[in-house]
């Protein structure tokens, strides 16, 4: 018992194992969710395969992070005899960025249905979706180049916000934007000058 014990602390470290309960207990109650609502045309049961399907993809993409983070704890450890913690803006940073790369791929897998009518707008989507999943991989493997993939995903969220305040209704509306904007560029600064952000990447 204590083997098995061992083998699923390393497949889900601290805080994964929590996490993939807590999805196995969500995934359950959508399924039998279906299951006791009935009939109708299409009956709510149809449903159940992809969510299980969806259940499936959620815990390998949480094996796939541990194991990221993982070997970046290692690598780092090799190279500078000790891997430090993460300070908890980059962890936040991570989070947003793992949001984010999963988004943006759903998009892009999404647009694709209109690739031949407007293939620019799908590359777009694509290199957007290819920007949020290096950054999002590069942190958790601790290599040092993500620290300029986050200014870039920053600067380029900001400069969105920018292109689009054109378009807002009120003053509200623009002090809202211009303190998202200034809170990127906060962002994108932070990553590229942090000592802290420095010494937790290779």
Sequence with gaps: MTGLQERLRTLAPWPFGIVHLIWAILILAGCVALVLMGGGHPPPMIFVPPLLAAGLAGHLLLLGVAWLLARGRARL???????????????????????????????????????????????????????????????????????????????????ALALQMGEARDSAERVIGIALIAGLLGIAVYALRSRRVRSALS
């Design 77 to 159: 450890a090799a190279a500078k005899a000790g891997a430090p913690r993460w300070p908890w803006e980059l962890v936040l940073i991570a989070i947003a960025l793992g949001v984010l790369a999963i988004s943006s791929i759903a998009v892009a897998a999404g647009e694709s249905a209109r690739l031949r009518s407007e293939p620019l707008v799908w590359l777009l989507f694509a290199a957007v979706a290819l920007l949020h999943t290096l950054a999002f991989v590069f942190l958790l493997l601790r290599v040092g180049v993500a620290r300029h993939l986050i200014a870039a995903t920053a600067a380029g969220w900001g400069l």
